[in-house]
C-alpha cells in the first residue's frame, strides 16, 4: 500500500483519487473547500488552495507521501511538482511543470522548436495589447495560466480589448499579464497521450465544435483512430515531438492544436490528463489502455505495462445546449442512461436554475459520454439522448 497525496479535489479529480483507492493505496486530497466532490473517496482530507505551495507542502511534511499527484487539472501542477522537487519524489520537475503551464513559456518553447505557433506577445498593460492588435486584425486575449477557458476573448478592436482585458489578467496566477496571440480560425483538435521511460504514446484524438454563441467554448469532442480529412499519423508525429522536445519525462498530455493552411498550430499543451473524464474514461473508450492506472504506477515505482483492452472507434464527449431561461421541468435522465451506448451523463442544473449561453467551460449545463463501432451507429445514439432527455425553460 502506497501513501498517495492527491492536490486537487473537485469533480474531474474523483476518477483519479478512486482508481488510486480501488489499487489499495492509502489517499490524502487537499483543496480548498470542505464539501469537495473527490474528498468522498480519500481516507484523509485537508482544505487547502491548490495554488498555496507553502500550505500544501506543510500538509504533505506531515502525511509522508510515497507519490504525489494531479489530474485534469492545469492550476495543481506546478504545486504538484514543487511538493514533489523538495520532499524528493518521482515528479517532472518544477521548471517542465511551468513550460506546461504557462501559455507564454510553452509557445517560446514551441517556436524554438521550429513548432508552428500563432503570432503571440506577452502584455503587461492593455496598450501593449492594443500595439499587438494592429498587426493582426483579429486576435485573442488568454489568462497566462489558468483553465476552464476562463477570461478567454476574442477582441477585433482597442474598444473589446479595453473591455475584457480586467476579465482576463484576474485569471493568471504566476503573474499579473496576459498573452495575446493571432486568432486562428481553422479546425480545433485534443490529443491526449501518456510518456513512459521508454516512449510517449498518443491515446486519444479528437476533432471539437463550439458553440455558436462562443467560439471559445467546446460544444461536442468527436474521438476517432481514423479521420478521411485529417492527418491523423502526421498529427501524432508532430505531438510527440513536441511532447519529448519539452522534455516531460512521464506522465499524462493533454494538447490542443488547430488545423490551418495544412498546418497544425499549438494552442496549448499540459502535463496532466484531459478534463470532463477524458483522461479517466474516454482515453480507456477509444483507445483501450487506461491510462489512469498506467499513471498510478509510474508514480509508485511499479512496472510500467500497457495493457490494451475492448476499445471503440468513435466516442464523443457532448455538451448539452439547452434553451436559455429558468428551467421548470427535467425529465428522461434515468431512460437516456439505459441507452445502449451512453456511458455517462452528468446533468449540472436543476428545477428553478437560470440558465444562459455559456461563458466559458464551468458554465456548461452538463456533458454525456458515448461509444459505438461506427460514426453511424454514434450518431443515433446522440439522437436518441437528445429526443429522451428533455430540459424545459420559460
Known sequence: MARIMVVGGGTWQRPIVKKAREMGNYILCSNLYEDSPAFEYSDEVMVADVLDKQRNLEIAKQFKPDAILTDQTDIA???????????????????????????????????????????????YTEEAAIAFLEKVNVAIIKPIDSQSSRGIHIVR???????????????????????????????????DGVKTSTEYIVLAISEKEHYDTNPNVASRLLFTNTSDKYDYDRLRRENEELIVDMGLPFGLTHTEYKYKDGKFY?????????????????????????????????????????????????VVLGFFDFKPGKVTAISGVEDAELIEGIHEIGLEINVGDDIGSPDDDRSRCGYYIAFANNLEELKKIEDSLKSTLRVETK
Open 266 to 314: 499549438l494552442i496549448e499543451t499540459a502535463a496532466r490528463g484531459g478534463g470532463t473524464k477524458i483522461s479517466s474514461d474516454v482515453v480507456k473508450l477509444i483507445s483501450g489502455i487506461d491510462s489512469n492506472q498506467l499513471y498510478l504506477d509510474m508514480l509508485t515505482n511499479k512496472p510500467e505495462k500497457v495493457v490494451k483492452e475492448k476499445h471503440y472507434e468513435a
Open 77 to 123: 501542477v506546478p504545486t504538484v511538482a514543487y511538493i514533489a522537487e523538495y520532499l524528493g519524489l518521482k515528479g517532472i520537475g518544477v521548471d517542465v511543470a511551468k513550460r506546461f503551464t504557462n501559455k507564454f513559456l510553452m509557445r517560446e518553447y514551441a517556436a524554438r522548436a521550429g513548432i508552428p505557433v500563432p503570432q503571440y506577445k506577452l502584455c
Open 157 to 191: 478592436s482597442e474598444s473589446e480589448i479595453r473591455k475584457y482585458y480586467a476579465d482576463c489578467i484576474q485569471f493568471s496566477n504566476s503573474e499579473k499579464a496576459i498573452l495575446i496571440e493571432e486568432y486562428i480560425d481553422g479546425t480545433e483538435f485534443t490529443v
